[in-house]
């Protein structure tokens, strides 16, 4: 079955780095788009970052310039490299997976979920 594994995340301070990893496995990564959400206390689970199965690539407003999305087809693997951290980024991260051709933004079409991984950034 298709399993989604994120792991990185952690307590930072404001303005560091971290970089999310998300391991897939039981699909054909190729073939399928990706995508990091957030969710943050209180909150609905909310799109950050998304790459096609040609690369392509789209942002959240609130992350653009400061985060980047890639993905290793070889190595089944999607990556979040996030800079500049600010206090408003804490969240539970999670990697997500639909069969599709150019990222959306859409929580409810996302095929397959990974279990999340944590993210706090202090001021």
């Known amino acids: 079955q298709v399993q989604l594994v994120e792991s990185g995340g952690g307590l930072v301070q404001a303005g560091g780095s971290l970089r999310l990893s998300c391991a897939a496995s039981?699909?054909?990564?190729?073939?399928?788009?990706m995508y990091w959400f957030r969710q943050g206390p209180g909150s609905a689970r909310e799109f950050v970052a998304g790459i096609s199965r040609s690369g392509s690539t789209d942002y959240a407003d609130s992350v653009k310039g400061r985060f980047t999305i890639s993905r290793d087809n070889a190595k089944n693997m999607a990556y979040l490299q996030m800079s500049a951290l600010e206090p408003e980024d804490t969240a539970v991260y999670y990697c997500?997976?639909?069969?599709?051709?150019?990222?959306?933004?859409?929580?409810?079409?996302?095929?397959?979920w990974g279990q999340g991984t944590q993210v706090s950034v202090s001021s």
């Open positions: 997500g997976v639909d069969i599709g051709f150019l990222v959306h933004h859409n929580v409810n079409k996302i095929n397959y």
């Open positions: 039981g699909l054909t990564f190729s073939t399928y788009v």
